[in-house]
Nanobody
Framework: QVQLVESGGGLVQAGGSLRLSCAASGLTFSSYAMGWFRQAPGKEREFVGT????????LYADSVKGRFTISRDNAKSTVYLQMNSLKPEDTAVYYCAASARTEYDYWGQGTQVTVST
């Protein structure tokens, strides 16, 4: 059974930082690209960024580029989202997801990030 479990969310002041983690189990982690998404209240889920299976190639949404960094540790089956210079508009539930090919096959349950002014 595949499980993706996010952690590290919480309440932070604007300008602060948080690091989210997503621990995977039940799959060959190194065979999956990993993505981060978020969904704010009343809004659709949006893409935040992704990291390829290997070589650490990353892609980010324009809204987070230069502030967020995705990394992965294949030995620990974990992907990270380092979020710096947080803004109130970053407030959302953050989800990680795993993709074997073109679509995301598995999703975590999400972790809440709240950025206060």
């Amino acid at each position: 059974q595949v499980q993706l479990v996010e952690s590290g969310g919480g309440l932070v002041q604007a300008g602060g930082s948080l690091r989210l983690s997503c621990a995977a189990s039940g799959l060959t982690f190194s065979s999956y690209a990993m993505g981060w998404f978020r969904q704010a209240p009343g809004k659709e889920r949006e893409f935040v960024g992704t990291i390829r299976k290997s070589a650490g190639i990353t892609l980010y949404a324009d809204s987070v580029k230069g502030r967020f960094t995705i990394s992965r540790d294949n030995a620990k089956s974990t992907v990270y989202l380092q979020m710096n210079s947080l803004k109130p508009e970053d407030t959302a539930v953050y989800y990680c997801a795993a993709s074997a090919r073109t679509e995301y096959d598995y999703w975590g349950q999400g972790t809440q990030v709240t950025v206060s002014t």
